[in-house]
């Protein structure tokens, strides 16, 4: 992990509606109305905070053909666990010094 990852890591977990759709979707994969509804969220919104967290690796998704034109986007949380120390702070910004050329 490095100093930009770690940073929008957080910055994804740094909002409590996304922290609400992380719960949301642990238990099971659900479809962006389903969770919209669930969540009491507009879609457009909704697909906001989706595209934040599965940037940062905190979700994944996938499309499901349900008709002959329709699809369905379903989501669902990756396995992730985090333990951020001051240490791995510190090892993470003194690896990106040493990497920058001077």
Known sequence: MDAELLAQ????LGSAPRLRIIASLKSEPTHVSELARRLRMSRPLLYQHLNRLEA?????????????????KHYWVTQFAFEITPDLIDHIVHQRQEEEPS
Do not use: F, P
């Open 9 to 12: 890591t957080l910055s994804a």
């Open 56 to 72: 940062a690796g905190l979700v994944e998704s996938d499309l499901e053909q349900t008709g002959e034109n329709r699809l369905k």
